[in-house]
């Protein structure tokens, strides 16, 4: 049974940064594919960043060049790096996780198989 685990979510003025971890347990391996999405009140969830089957990072347009994704294998962690956050970041944010995932379903929250509760990102203007 996977169960992923994120933390780290808090209110922060514009421009500031944070940095969200989720952590893995149960059965996923380093070729696993990780991704983050977010999910703001009354709007659909949508792909922030994913690390696809442990290699190639892939971002959503509207965080690349402030966000960076990565991952530990050895604590089975992944990370958000979040700067220059803005009040439209203002979200829930999941992590996700998938064993089977082809590249052209990354960007899809329906193709992930596990995911987090969610940790809440306040941005304020």
């Known amino acids: 049974q996977v169960q992923l685990v994120e933390s780290g979510g808090g209110l922060v003025q514009a421009g500031g940064s944070l940095r969200l971890s989720c952590a893995v347990s149960g059965g996923t391996s380093s070729t696993s594919t990780m991704a983050w999405f977010r999910q703001a009140p009354g709007k659909e969830r949508e792909f922030v960043a994913a690390?696809?089957?442990?290699?190639?990072?892939y971002y959503g347009d509207s965080v690349k060049g402030r966000f960076t994704i990565s991952r530990d294998n050895a604590k089975k962690t992944v990370f958000l790096q979040m700067n220059s956050l803005k009040p439209e970041d203002t979200a829930l944010y999941y992590c996700?996780?998938?064993?089977?995932?082809?590249?052209?379903?990354?960007?899809?929250?329906?193709?992930?198989?596990?995911w987090g509760q969610g940790t809440q990102v306040t941005v304020s203007s």
């Open positions: 690390i696809f089957r442990g290699s190639r990072s």
């Open positions: 996700a996780l998938d064993n089977r995932l082809i590249l052209s379903s990354l960007r899809g929250p329906i193709h992930y198989d596990y």
